[in-house]
């Protein structure tokens, strides 16, 4: 792997492991349909709200090309790098965030974390209070599709650093 120094483009970097499958190209009706699920989810939705969700959800599962792709994304929607730096300890950077954001950020937590259990009432209730039914509904199809590209990333492992804002969408 190359060292990153300061003013390095991010085409100077090498995966640290190399791509496993280009999955897209071997499945291109899947990779397609979630496309498409993907644009139906944002619906309504904030679109800073969708990238926090995204790089969230991202954070945990480990994906580091998505946590490439909604970074970008989100300073490109008018995000701030304090709140993308803070968002890895947001219950500890709660001042950072609007009430509604936090809702959202314990939603995706709990509908990520599955192995926890189910989402606990009280945050399904939390997320229900901010957001009116059909928000609620496009914001857990948001959590849903993000997680199901954290699967295909870390499963096929698409090298991060290379992704420009308009490249492709998920």
């Not at 009706?29 to 644009?39: H, S, T």
């Not at 500890?92 to 192995?115: I, N």
Request: charged share 25%.
């Amino acid at each position: 792997m190359t060292t990153h120094e300061h003013g390095t483009d991010s085409s100077d970097y090498a995966p640290e492991h190399p791509a496993r499958l280009p999955w897209h190209q071997l499945a291109p009706e899947v990779y397609k349909a979630l496309v498409r699920l993907d644009i139906a989810s944002r619906k309504g939705l904030d679109p800073k709200l969708v990238e926090l969700v995204k790089i969230r959800a991202s954070q945990i599962n480990r994906c580091a090309f998505c946590l490439d792709m909604h970074t970008k994304d989100a300073l490109v929607a008018g995000e701030s790098v304090e709140r993308i730096i803070q968002l890895s300890a947001w219950e500890e950077s709660q001042h950072f965030y609007t009430e509604k954001e936090l809702a959202a950020l314990g939603l995706t937590e709990a509908v990520t974390v599955l192995t926890d259990g189910f989402v606990p009432a009280e945050v399904y209730a939390r997320a229900a209070k901010h957001f009116e039914e059909a928000e609620l509904a496009q914001l857990i199809a948001s959590i849903t599709v993000i997680n199901a590209w954290n699967r295909f990333g870390v499963a096929t492992r698409p090298a991060p650093g290379h992704y420009t804002p308009g490249d492709l969408k998920h």
